[in-house]
Each structure stands twice: as structure tokens, then as C-alpha cells.
């Protein structure tokens, strides 16, 4: 991976990530943050914790593969924000519960 594109995806994990890393951890360890989780499945959970992690390296520390999922999780955030927010008010709650596990609250912007 070139520095360049290593450049972008730093560049758009800061623009996305709006929750600190204590803000995450306190969050993931809540009931709501759970059961976004459950409902996604156990795959979201593993996710989650990743960024956390993510969220605490610094760039020069990571390793191709976080480089890699650090990508993955900016466009998963990207594609669900561009799909727009759900007009239902409990789906409303479960996608945005869904996007602070990967670290962006959908309501600070």
C-alpha cells in the first residue's frame, strides 16, 4: 500500500470517526451497543472491537491487514450514511446504535 493511499484512508477514518476512542469503549459496553450487535450478528461485535483497537494505534504502527480493515470500516460507515437515514424511528435507533459501534454517531454531524 503506497503512502498515498494510506493518506486517504487516514483521511477518511478522521472524517468518519467522531467518537473518541473512551467514547467507544464506554458505549460498547452498554445493552443498546450490544444488541446492535446481536442483530447484525457476532461478526459486528469482533468489528467493533477492532476499532476500538484501530482507534488507539498510531498510523505509523499499523500493519497492512489494519490498513486493509481500517478501509473496510470507512466504507461500510460510508455506504450506510449515503444509504441515508430510515424514515422508521426504530430503525432509525438500530441504524444509527449500528454506526456508533464503528465509531461515528450519525447524530454530531
Not at 467507544?24 to 467493533?48: F, I, K, Y
Request: negative net charge; charged residues 30%; hydrophobic residues 40%.
Amino acid at each position: 500500500m503506497t503512502r498515498t493511499e494510506q493518506r486517504d484512508i487516514l483521511d477518511d477514518w478522521h472524517d468518519l470517526m467522531n467518537m473518541s476512542p473512551a467514547e467507544l469503549e464506554a458505549w460498547l459496553e452498554t445493552e443498546e451497543s450490544r444488541s446492535a450487535c446481536a442483530m447484525v450478528g457476532r461478526n459486528s461485535q469482533l468489528t467493533a472491537l477492532k476499532v476500538l483497537e484501530l482507534a488507539r494505534l498510531k498510523p505509523t504502527d499499523l500493519t497492512a491487514a489494519e490498513w486493509a480493515k481500517m478501509r473496510e470500516i470507512t466504507f461500510d460507515i460510508e455506504r450506510s450514511l449515503a444509504a441515508g437515514r430510515p424514515s422508521d424511528a426504530a430503525a432509525q435507533t438500530a441504524w444509527r446504535y449500528a454506526l456508533m459501534n464503528y465509531g461515528h454517531d450519525p447524530l454530531r454531524y
